[in-house]
Each structure stands twice: as structure tokens, then as C-alpha cells.
């Protein structure tokens, strides 16, 4: 393999060097729509050259690039970004998930610790990403590409998604009062959306199988389901066999000392009147 394989600068710069050829663009095409020389859009799609964010946008709706496809772009370009000029190659798992996630056809996700990203609001989302320590413009756009991958949510054929919730994760304050009240409202509005299940296991459940840590499990038709796996340190994406068997039997384990639908709907209603209180 060559040593630059694993390189997302030039992974990032073979992205936008296909989607200019296949909208049939030349370089100075591209280059007159994002102010620079021919020269710099070669440098740019051989992986030498960093662009800002809205030369990126700016290049993707040159070349009509939209959806999916737009998301998972902008994905390496953060990671491309984070990688700046050192020389360790950045873990890209990050893209492989919003892949795997923007086709899914059933969704699991289980978070004893913060609600899931699939749910989050803009506000909720934006302090969770300034708390890790990211500059304002990083958290925004953080959050901006965090918002588009729940467009899977207005899809025609939206996947069926199982959430898992410990009941603390309602009362974590991220934000003010006010973000946590707008956050448990969003989470209402959307486990009422048909293929929607969300389940929270109660306080008084205690120690249970999933607090090792939150995942997530995409199932698409064909192929091997794709497990993510959080820490502190990093995140894990992979597709082996034994590891997403024991993920989907913890998943289940949980579930089945979750509280029913009705319940369900009973404690993130009181969580909602604490907030309110405050």
C-alpha cells in the first residue's frame, strides 16, 4: 500500500478531483468559482493544498454534489483538517459510519452517558462540541454537519431507529435549562415518528450491560452491520463479526430491562417538568 493511502488530505483531494470530472468541470472552471489559480486547484486535489470551508461549499455545489454524498465530503474535509501538517495519518472512521448510517435500513443506538447525536438539537449539540474544547467556528461546524446527517430522518423510506437511553442522560445539564428543555422536547417529537422506538432504562434498574460505554449499530441490506464504538480516547468503527454479535446482545440485554413505550413517555415527561422548574 502507499504510504499516503491513509493520507485524508489526498483522500479528500481524490474526492473533489471525482466530482469535478464526473460534473465535467476543468480546473480553472473550478478555480475561477473559488478564487485561485489552475495551479491551485491541482495542489488542492493532489492533497497539498488545504481549503477553507466555504471554498468547499462552494466547490461541492459547483459540481452539483448534494445529500449523502455532500456529508460524507465535508466529513473528510474535518478530518483532512485535523490532520494539518503532522505526519501520524488520522483514524478516518468517522466517514465509514456516516456512510453506513445514511444507509441503514434499521438504526441502533444505546448512550448511558449523553443523548445521541441522531436526536441532539443544534444547542445541545454546540456545547457538547465547545465542552471538548473546539473554537466557535469548529463547533458550528461541527454542528452543521451533525445536523445534516439526521436528514435521514425526512427520508421517503426512513430506517427504523431503536434508542436506548439511561434515565440520567435526561437530567445530564448541557447547556442551561433551556437547551435541556428544547433537548427532551426534540427527543418527544421524534420518538413519535412512525419507526421510532425510544426506550429508557430507569435510575432504579441500577447497574447495568451497556455501561461500559455507548454504541451504535447500522444495518444495511447486503452487507455486514457496521458497529461504532465511543470512548474518551477515540472512536472505533468496524464491521467484524464477533465484535458487533456481542455489541447487538448487550444492545438487547439492555433493552430488556428498558422501560415499555408508555413508561417511557412517563419519565422523559417528568424530566421535562424538572427542567421547567428550573
Given at each position: 500500500?502507499?504510504?499516503?493511502?491513509?493520507?485524508?488530505?489526498?483522500?479528500?483531494?481524490?474526492?473533489?478531483?471525482?466530482?469535478?470530472?464526473?460534473?465535467?468541470?476543468?480546473?480553472?472552471?473550478?478555480?475561477?468559482?473559488?478564487?485561485?489559480?489552475?495551479?491551485?486547484?491541482?495542489?488542492?486535489?493532489?492533497?497539498?493544498?488545504?481549503?477553507?470551508?466555504?471554498?468547499?461549499?462552494?466547490?461541492?455545489?459547483?459540481?452539483?454534489?448534494?445529500?449523502?454524498?455532500?456529508?460524507?465530503?465535508?466529513?473528510?474535509?474535518?478530518?483532512?483538517?485535523?490532520?494539518?501538517?503532522?505526519?501520524?495519518?488520522?483514524?478516518?472512521?468517522?466517514?465509514?459510519?456516516?456512510?453506513?448510517?445514511?444507509?441503514?435500513?434499521?438504526?441502533?443506538?444505546?448512550?448511558?452517558?449523553?443523548?445521541?447525536?441522531?436526536?441532539?438539537?443544534?444547542?445541545?449539540?454546540?456545547?457538547?462540541?465547545?465542552?471538548?474544547?473546539?473554537?466557535?467556528?469548529?463547533?458550528?461546524?461541527?454542528?452543521?454537519?451533525?445536523?445534516?446527517?439526521?436528514?435521514?430522518?425526512?427520508?421517503?423510506?426512513?430506517?427504523?431507529?431503536?434508542?436506548?437511553?439511561?434515565?440520567?442522560?435526561?437530567?445530564?445539564?448541557?447547556?442551561?435549562?433551556?437547551?435541556?428543555?428544547?433537548?427532551?422536547?426534540?427527543?418527544?417529537?421524534?420518538?413519535?415518528?412512525?419507526?421510532?422506538?425510544?426506550?429508557?432504562?430507569?435510575?432504579?434498574?441500577?447497574?447495568?450491560?451497556?455501561?461500559?460505554?455507548?454504541?451504535?449499530?447500522?444495518?444495511?441490506?447486503?452487507?455486514?452491520?457496521?458497529?461504532?464504538?465511543?470512548?474518551?480516547?477515540?472512536?472505533?468503527?468496524?464491521?467484524?463479526?464477533?465484535?458487533?454479535?456481542?455489541?447487538?446482545?448487550?444492545?438487547?440485554?439492555?433493552?430488556?430491562?428498558?422501560?415499555?413505550?408508555?413508561?417511557?413517555?412517563?419519565?422523559?415527561?417528568?424530566?421535562?417538568?424538572?427542567?421547567?422548574r428550573r
Open positions: 500500500m502507499d504510504a499516503h493511502d491513509d493520507d485524508p488530505r489526498r483522500l479528500l483531494g481524490s474526492l473533489l478531483r471525482q466530482a469535478r470530472m464526473a460534473a465535467g468541470l476543468t480546473q480553472d472552471a473550478v478555480g475561477h468559482v473559488i478564487g485561485v489559480e489552475r495551479s491551485g486547484v491541482t495542489r488542492m486535489e493532489a492533497g497539498d493544498r488545504s481549503l477553507t470551508l466555504a471554498a468547499l461549499g462552494a466547490w461541492l455545489d459547483r459540481c452539483g454534489v448534494s445529500g449523502l454524498a455532500e456529508s460524507g465530503v465535508r466529513a473528510m474535509w474535518r478530518v483532512a483538517r485535523r490532520h494539518g501538517d503532522g505526519d501520524e495519518p488520522v483514524k478516518i472512521w468517522f466517514v465509514g459510519w456516516v456512510d453506513a448510517e445514511g444507509k441503514a435500513h434499521t438504526l441502533r443506538y444505546w448512550s448511558p452517558l449523553l443523548m445521541p447525536g441522531i436526536v441532539q438539537t443544534p444547542e445541545y449539540a454546540y456545547e457538547l462540541f465547545r465542552a471538548t474544547g473546539r473554537t466557535h467556528e469548529r463547533a458550528t461546524e461541527e454542528v452543521a454537519a451533525r445536523m445534516q446527517r439526521q436528514a435521514i430522518l425526512d427520508r421517503e423510506d426512513p430506517p427504523t431507529i431503536v434508542i436506548g437511553l439511561w434515565e440520567p442522560v435526561l437530567y445530564h445539564q448541557v447547556g442551561s435549562a433551556d437547551v435541556m428543555r428544547q433537548q427532551l422536547a426534540k427527543l418527544v417529537e421524534v420518538s413519535e415518528r412512525p419507526g421510532v422506538l425510544v426506550h429508557v432504562v430507569p435510575s432504579t434498574v441500577g447497574a447495568n450491560a451497556g455501561l461500559g460505554g455507548p454504541v451504535s449499530i447500522a444495518s444495511v441490506t447486503g452487507k455486514p452491520d457496521v458497529l461504532l464504538t465511543s470512548s474518551m480516547l477515540e472512536d472505533v468503527v468496524t464491521a467484524d463479526g464477533a465484535q458487533v454479535r456481542a455489541a447487538s446482545s448487550t444492545f438487547e440485554v439492555v433493552r430488556g430491562v428498558s422501560a415499555n413505550i408508555m413508561d417511557t413517555s412517563r419519565i422523559i415527561s417528568e424530566a421535562i417538568q424538572a427542567w421547567e
